[in-house]
T-cell receptor, first 111, second 117 residues
Framework: TQLLEQSPQFLSIQEGENLTVYCNSS?????LQWYRQEPGEGPVLLVT?????EVKKLKRLTFQFGDARKDSSLHITAAQPGDTGLYLC???????????FGAGTRLFVKA | KAGVTQTPRYLIKTRGQQVTLSCSPI?????VSWYQQTPGQGLQFLFE???????NKGNFPGRFSGRQFSNSRSEMNVSTLELGDSALYLC????????????????FGPGTRLTVL
């Protein structure tokens, strides 16, 4: 069974700071996805990365897929309180034919 | 286009009871997947339905079952509830059956929060 490990589990920072969240696995994934989930809501897809070494930018968010397609990172520049939420990485487990999720990084940005 | 809707949003049951949760996917989407989210285990896949057929099932006991109707709406049923079934149950819809590539976009509903007392 493929697993996705996220770190850190929890992050509390001041508005304006930068941060990086990691998603690691010992398995190769054909693609990885990042979601953000806010309290009382379901996860919302932020990005899908499919090519090893790929870098995608979404405003202040930068997503990178590792060259070996076993890991990914999410970097937020100048975090804002609106970035507060649970960040989840997800990948498709080709053995089980299902989407698996990391445990998530809970981010709190203080004003 | 309306998003994924789930009903009810909140539910309180007692041990031994059964519960049925409902999910209406985005119009035109034929794939509906169900997930259980708990603080300890995170998001875990329950099952996926596509064109009224269960395509895949996660590692959950037989007390968890589901079905999909011809209009793609889906229901999930949990029988003989246990305390550990307390969780947020999320459904997600997609326009295509989840492929081995896994790059299809899933749109999640807000979830049903089930509390078992």
């Amino acid at each position: 069974t493929q697993l996705l490990e996220q770190s850190p589990q929890f992050l509390s920072i001041q508005e304006g700071e930068n941060l990086t969240v990691y998603c690691n696995s010992s398995s190769v994934f054909s693609s990885l996805q990042w979601y953000r989930q806010e309290p009382g809501e379901g996860p919302v897809l932020l990005v899908t990365v499919v090519t090893g070494g790929e870098v995608k930018k979404l405003k202040r968010l930068t997503f990178q897929f590792g060259d070996a397609r076993k890991d990914s990172s999410l970097h937020i520049t100048a975090a804002q309180p609106g970035d507060t939420g649970l960040y989840l990485c997800a990948g498709f487990d080709t053995g089980g034919f299902k989407t698996i999720f990391g445990a998530g990084t809970r981010l709190f940005v203080k004003a | 286009k309306a998003g994924v809707t789930q009903t009810p949003r909140y539910l309180i049951k007692t041990r031994g009871q059964q519960v049925t949760l409902s999910c209406s996917p985005i119009s035109g989407h034929r794939s509906v997947s169900w997930y259980q989210q708990t603080p300890g285990q995170g998001l875990q896949f329950l099952f996926e339905y596509f064109s009224e057929t269960q395509r895949n099932k996660g590692n959950f006991p037989g007390r968890f079952s589901g079905r999909q109707f011809s209009n793609s709406r889906s229901e999930m049923n949990v029988s003989t509830l246990e305390l550990g079934d307390s969780a947020l149950y999320l459904c997600a819809s997609s326009s295509h059956e989840l492929t081995s590539g896994g790059a299809d976009t899933q749109y999640f509903g807000p979830g049903t929060r089930l509390t078992v007392l």
